[in-house]
């Protein structure tokens, strides 16, 4: 027969899921820099070698395809920072403490796109930290 886990087990099972979605998330936001890098080389080329009008419709297109991309990779970014919330409130729970905040507080999930922007732009986020 298998024994309960202990608190502390729980919490080594649950770190380890934390550390794995992390990676996860890091890993998405170095694609979502991919694809601006790769947009933005795109445009420029498409001007270069074609005539304006026919650059217009093709950076159109490259650029409807960039948000796209964009829009599927924040919405599994956000699917992961949803699960981070989750580990860090279990975590915290059954630490009887705040060990985990980060999520919860600054991550995906809390800030909207323009709290985000304004934090970007302003001495805000230095603050929060």
Same mark, same amino acid.
């Given at each position: 027969?298998?024994?309960? $886990?202990?608190?502390?087990?729980?919490?080594?099972?649950?770190?380890?899921?934390?550390? +794995?979605? @992390?990676?996860?998330?890091?890993?998405?936001? +170095?694609?979502?820099?991919?694809?601006? #890098?790769?947009?933005?080389?795109?445009?420029?080329?498409?001007?270069?070698?074609?005539? %304006?009008?026919?650059?217009?419709?093709?950076?159109? $297109? #490259?650029?409807?395809?960039?948000?796209?991309? $964009?829009?599927?990779?924040? %919405?599994?970014? @956000?699917? %992961?920072?949803? @699960?981070?919330?989750?580990?860090?409130?279990?975590v915290n729970e059954l630490a009887g403490e705040t060990l985990l905040r980060w999520e919860n507080e600054s991550g995906v999930g809390p800030l909207s796109y323009s709290e985000r922007l304004k934090d970007i732009v302003s001495i @805000?986020?230095?603050?929060?930290?």
């Amino acid at each position: 027969m298998v024994e309960p $886990l202990t608190n502390f087990s729980k919490v080594q099972v649950l770190l380890a899921e934390y550390a +794995a979605l @992390r990676a996860e998330v890091l890993s998405r936001s +170095a694609q979502k820099f991919q694809v601006h #890098t790769l947009t933005g080389t795109a445009v420029i080329a498409i001007f270069g070698l074609t005539g %304006l009008l026919k650059a217009i419709s093709l950076t159109f $297109l #490259t650029l409807v395809l960039a948000a796209f991309g $964009l829009r599927m990779l924040d %919405l599994v970014t @956000r699917r %992961l920072a949803a @699960r981070l919330r989750e580990i860090e409130t279990a975590v915290n729970e059954l630490a009887g403490e705040t060990l985990l905040r980060w999520e919860n507080e600054s991550g995906v999930g809390p800030l909207s796109y323009s709290e985000r922007l304004k934090d970007i732009v302003s001495i @805000r986020a230095i603050n929060r930290g």
